[in-house]
């Protein structure tokens, strides 16, 4: 079964939407990186494990993370921002 070929006017929609979705991603990035910074300097005060045990997350994953040798996942994003609302 052969696809067929996409009209002009959907790939110049496609097209349009290309920018929009490079833009979400740019800001998603942003959002991912404003968290981890904040969270660094919570774990210089109370350290990693203290952190880690405030937003209910794996403390090794967390140390991963914050050493930029990986990305968090959506969960525990929400979780250390959850953790981020409280006070020190």
């Known amino acids: 079964m052969a696809l067929a ?37 919570r774990s210089q005060l109370l350290g990693i494990r203290e952190i880690a045990r405030q937003a209910r997350v794996d403390n090794a ?8 040798r990986g990305q968090p996942s959506q969960v525990m994003l929400a979780k250390l921002e959850a953790a981020l609302q409280t006070r020190p």
């Open 5 to 41: 070929k996409p009209d002009p006017a959907m790939l110049a929609r496609l097209y349009r939407g290309i920018p929009r979705l490079e833009r979400e991603t740019t800001e998603e990035a942003e959002h991912v990186w404003e968290v981890l910074d904040k969270v660094r300097m």
């Open 61 to 68: 994953n967390l140390a991963k993370v914050l050493s930029s």
